[in-house]
């Protein structure tokens, strides 16, 4: 939800490198069904906390949905679904 | 043969009511265990971790209801009922707003729409940092490894609060 702005400062704070994307009119996030309705400050809509691995041909690998939202997906978890993925040849 | 009388301030002086201490202990690190830094660090069974948060305060509560017992039920053994009220209301009180916290953590849209294992991911163009319009097919077809100049094998998506 946060605009590029936004997400552009929380980069370079905290060192991020990879692409990062922001949906301030939460059209990916309504596409996924991660909509939380008044979950943000003031009761503004936001994204629930989720973690998708998606392989080369497009298709989901591993997924998680948290049930509480200070609980997020383990790196630990995250590697080893990658790792499980079969590299395809190109 | 000459036995040493007891003073009588020895003889009635009250015993410590041990579960104050141990109710305030309980107390204690229930608030701590709500600290974000537990949620930040990456530690095994850290997924518990919202159910000690719930339990450390019932936890407290049951020790002061028990030294609320002793200090009003045997007064002339046990000290501590002004200190034991107070404690016990602040433990049923940090107990009731452990409960409405924990609710309101769980308290999650169902995404029973969202992509499952197996279902291809919905594509998407978002623009980046840079406002550079960027789609996930994009992503999965670019090279991050410049040298093979191979494709990603994966691509991850994580969708989050908001700068947090």
Request: overall charge positive; proline content about 8%.
């Given at each position: 939800?946060?605009?590029?702005?936004?997400s552009s400062?929380?980069?370079s704070k905290?060192?991020?490198?990879?692409?990062?994307l922001?949906?301030?009119?939460a059209e990916?996030?309504?596409?996924?069904?991660?909509?939380h309705?008044g979950g943000?400050?003031?009761?503004?809509?936001i994204?629930?906390?989720?973690e998708f691995?998606?392989?080369a041909t497009?298709?989901?690998r591993?997924?998680?949905f948290?049930?509480?939202?200070r609980l997020r997906a383990?790196?630990?978890?995250?590697?080893?679904?990658a790792?499980a993925?079969p590299?395809?040849?190109? | 043969?000459?036995?040493?009388i007891?003073?009588?301030g020895?003889?009635?002086?009250?015993?410590?009511?041990r579960?104050l201490?141990?109710?305030s202990v309980?107390?204690?690190l229930a608030?701590l265990?709500?600290?974000?830094?537990l949620?930040?660090l990456?530690f095994?069974?850290?997924g518990?971790?919202p159910w000690?948060?719930?339990?450390?305060p019932?936890?407290?509560v049951?020790f002061?209801?028990?030294?609320?017992?002793r200090?009003?039920?045997q007064?002339e053994m046990y000290?501590g009922k002004?200190?034991g009220?107070i404690?016990?209301?602040?433990?049923?009180l940090l107990?009731?707003?452990s409960?409405l916290?924990?609710q309101?953590l769980?308290?999650l849209?169902?995404?029973a729409?969202?992509?499952?294992v197996?279902q291809?991911?919905?594509d998407?163009?978002?623009n980046d940092?840079?406002g550079?319009p960027v789609?996930?097919?994009?992503?999965?077809?670019?090279?991050i490894?410049t040298?093979?100049?191979?494709a990603?094998?994966a691509?991850?998506l994580v969708?989050y609060r908001?700068?947090?």
């Open positions: 939800m946060d605009t590029p702005e936004v400062n929380l980069c905290s060192g991020y490198t990879f692409p990062f922001s949906d301030p009119k990916v996030i309504r596409r996924y069904d991660l909509l309705v943000g400050p003031e009761k503004t809509d994204s629930r906390p989720a691995l998606v392989d497009g298709t989901v591993w997924v998680n948290t049930e509480d939202i383990k790196s630990d978890d995250m590697l080893a679904a790792k993925i590299q395809i040849q190109n | 043969m000459n036995q040493p007891p003073a009588m020895a003889m009635y002086q009250r015993r410590r009511n579960a201490f141990d109710g309980v107390m204690v608030i265990s709500n600290f974000p830094v949620y930040a990456n095994p069974g850290q518990l971790l000690i948060s719930l339990a450390l019932a936890i407290s049951v002061f209801i028990v030294a609320l017992k200090a009003f039920g007064p000290r002004i200190l009220s404690l016990g209301v602040l433990s049923v107990f009731a707003g409960i916290l924990f309101h769980k308290d849209p169902k995404s729409a969202a992509p499952q197996g291809k991911a919905p998407f163009t978002l940092t840079g550079k789609s996930l097919s994009q992503l999965l077809a670019t090279p490894d040298t093979s100049g191979k990603p094998k691509v991850l969708f908001g700068y947090w």
